[in-house]
């Protein structure tokens, strides 16, 4: 008789589903989000029991947030565990209160994990999902009438996200800690009914399984069926004939009249997917509007998707963006310099002014006084450089075919109340200094 297949270690199951998970190459640095309890705990003991491996730098990072009388308590546990690892860690408390719910929670946990992301340097951020967490989330969209595509619920890697303890229970990784004698946070609010997922976990769930004992293998096998799907509708964007799918700085946008040629189903999983590239989860109501306003709307349109998402038709196509503050008025203060305004980067120096200025173009040169960077405003307007007669600003970015939605973000360098260059597409005839005089060059970049 042939004896059984040795099974894996967690450890060789976990370094196989991390690779699986594929981290980009050039990752260098990672940030574990642990909360302390037995999922996130297992998610940091194995990454850091397998960092010959993988070779990733570990950053710790736990959010406190501040609704149990003990999350101090456990806060500083993690702080201790991490600093006997040997590892950087970051506490942040988020001072929400009882009355917070699930989504606002885990919004304002993953604004503050990305914030440390950017601090830390880190390429990327470890979360502790794992198989059950997957089940539940299928579940929880199938009972809010998600589309097949949100059925897709979470990927091993979504942009700085990765997950790899997708394939593995909650159970064997809560078995794995006490084996190891680690002490974890059992948080009473997973598992209060008040809470839908909890009321998922503790009733919905278990019941569902006292009749179908994998059922949370086939809701997870549901959401692999549906990110098939989803992929392969996202990889078609590129084959389809006409669509000119483009990325933008705030978004993504697609030709237009393609789109509105295609039967009303076709063309609506068209603007789904293309909303998912930009990064905005389109449900099928909020579709037929964005399909309405392709059809039957005029250049300069635009329709609210919610959580600052909108949709444009701007000179034959369809934009999804997300709106953003304009920043305020800056001054460039010092002879040499640079700084981000908006999306944009905005670089200055020194230097001698060359015999030729052109009107357009990413670089000018000005008489150095007084010099800010400002969005556009009402009645403001300008004397284009070589031509003759006021022209109003919202003009030159009509001419120059920028969106309504990224006009306001739009950079002008100014001296008190007069326009010197609308940035990248039209200096104006002032402050212009003479050939070989020394002056200040301004280099834009769009982000």
Same mark, same amino acid.
């Given at each position: 008789?042939?004896?059984?297949?040795?099974?894996?270690?967690?450890?060789?199951?976990?370094?196989?589903?991390?690779?699986?998970?594929?981290?980009?190459?050039?990752?260098?640095?990672?940030?574990?989000?642990?909360?302390?309890?037995?999922?996130?705990?297992?998610?940091?003991?194995?990454?850091?029991?397998?960092?010959?491996?993988?070779?990733?730098?570990?950053?710790?990072?736990?959010?406190?947030?501040?609704?149990?009388?003990?999350?101090?308590?456990?806060?500083?546990?993690?702080?201790?565990?991490?600093?006997?690892?040997?590892?950087?860690?970051?506490?942040?408390?988020?001072?929400?209160?009882?009355?917070?719910?699930?989504?606002?929670?885990?919004?304002?946990?993953?604004?503050?994990?990305?914030?440390?992301?950017?601090?830390?340097?880190?390429?990327?951020?470890?979360?502790?999902?794992?198989?059950?967490?997957?089940?539940?989330?299928?579940?929880?969209?199938?009972?809010?009438?998600?589309?097949?595509?949100?059925?897709?619920?979470?990927?091993?890697?979504?942009?700085?996200?990765?997950?790899?303890?997708?394939?593995? /229970? $909650? *159970?064997? &990784?809560?078995?794995? +800690?006490?084996? #190891?004698?680690? =002490?974890?946070?059992? @948080?009473? %609010?997973?598992?209060?009914?008040?809470? /839908? $997922? *909890?009321? &998922?976990?503790?009733? +919905?769930?278990? #019941?569902?399984? =006292?009749?179908?004992? @994998?059922? %949370?293998?086939?809701?997870?096998?549901?959401?692999?069926?549906?990110?098939?799907?989803?992929?392969?509708?996202?990889?078609?964007?590129?084959?389809?004939?006409?669509?000119?799918?483009?990325?933008?700085?705030?978004?993504?946008?697609?030709?237009?009249?393609?789109?509105?040629?295609?039967?009303?189903?076709?063309?609506?999983?068209?603007?789904?997917?293309?909303?998912?590239?930009?990064?905005?989860?389109?449900?099928?109501?909020?579709?037929?509007?964005?399909?309405?306003?392709?059809?039957?709307?005029?250049?300069?349109?635009?329709?609210?998707?919610?959580?600052?998402?909108?949709?444009?038709?701007?000179?034959?196509?369809?934009?999804?963006?997300?709106?953003?503050?304009?920043?305020?008025?800056?001054?460039?203060?010092?002879?040499?310099?640079?700084?981000?305004?908006?999306?944009?980067?905005?670089?200055?120096?020194?230097?001698?002014?060359?015999?030729?200025?052109?009107?357009?173009?990413?670089?000018?040169?000005?008489?150095?006084?007084?010099?800010?960077?400002?969005?556009?405003?009402?009645?403001?307007?300008?004397?284009?450089?070589?031509?003759?007669?006021?022209?109003?600003?919202?003009?030159?970015?009509?001419?120059?075919?920028?969106?309504?939605?990224?006009?306001?973000?739009?950079?002008?360098?100014?001296?008190?109340?007069?326009?010197?260059?609308?940035?990248?597409?039209?200096?104006?005839?002032?402050?212009?200094?003479?050939?070989?005089?020394?002056?200040?060059?301004?280099?834009?970049?769009?982000?």
């Amino acid at each position: 008789m042939t004896p059984p297949a040795p099974v894996p270690d967690l450890e060789t199951r976990f370094l196989a589903a991390l690779r699986r998970s594929a981290p980009p190459a050039h990752w260098k640095r990672l940030v574990v989000a642990v909360s302390g309890g037995a999922d996130s705990l297992a998610l940091l003991h194995l990454l850091y029991a397998t960092r010959d491996a993988h070779r990733l730098e570990l950053v710790v990072a736990h959010a406190d947030h501040g609704i149990h009388p003990r999350s101090a308590d456990v806060a500083r546990r993690v702080e201790n565990l991490a600093t006997a690892l040997g590892l950087a860690v970051h506490v942040g408390r988020l001072e929400l209160d009882a009355s917070t719910g699930e989504t606002a929670a885990r919004a304002a946990r993953h604004l503050w994990l990305e914030q440390i992301r950017l601090a830390s340097g880190a390429d990327g951020i470890a979360l502790a999902h794992h198989m059950d967490d997957q089940a539940e989330t299928v579940l929880l969209r199938v009972l809010a009438g998600s589309g097949p595509a949100g059925l897709a619920a979470m990927a091993r890697r979504h942009g700085v996200l990765l997950r790899p303890l997708l394939g593995f /229970r $909650r *159970s064997e &990784l809560e078995a794995w +800690v006490q084996d #190891r004698g680690i =002490e974890a946070w059992d @948080d009473p %609010a997973n598992r209060d009914p008040a809470h /839908r $997922r *909890s009321w &998922l976990r503790v009733e +919905v769930l278990p #019941r569902l399984a =006292e009749r179908i004992p @994998d059922v %949370a293998a086939q809701l997870v096998r549901v959401a692999s069926h549906a990110a098939s799907d989803r992929a392969a509708w996202d990889r078609v964007l590129d084959v389809l004939p006409g669509l000119d799918v483009r990325p933008e700085a705030d978004g993504a946008s697609v030709a237009a009249r393609t789109v509105v040629e295609y039967d009303s189903p076709l063309a609506r999983v068209v603007v789904q997917a293309v909303a998912r590239r930009a990064g905005l989860p389109l449900g099928p109501a909020r579709a037929r509007r964005v399909l309405n306003l392709a059809r039957k709307g005029t250049s300069g349109r635009l329709v609210e998707l919610g959580a600052g998402w909108c949709a444009e038709l701007a000179f034959g196509r369809l934009r999804f963006f997300r709106t953003a503050d304009v920043p305020g008025t800056v001054a460039l203060m010092a002879a040499e310099g640079s700084l981000s305004w908006g999306d944009w980067r905005i670089r200055w120096r020194p230097d001698r002014t060359p015999a030729r200025q052109p009107r357009d173009g990413s670089v000018a040169w000005f008489i150095p006084e007084g010099i800010q960077v400002r969005g556009p405003a009402a009645g403001d307007r300008l004397v284009p450089l070589g031509g003759t007669g006021h022209r109003p600003v919202v003009r030159c970015l009509q001419d120059a075919k920028v969106p309504r939605g990224r006009r306001a973000g739009w950079p002008l360098l100014v001296a008190g109340a007069e326009v010197l260059w609308v940035a990248g597409i039209c200096r104006a005839a002032v402050a212009v200094p003479a050939e070989g005089e020394e002056a200040v060059r301004v280099e834009v970049d769009a982000g």
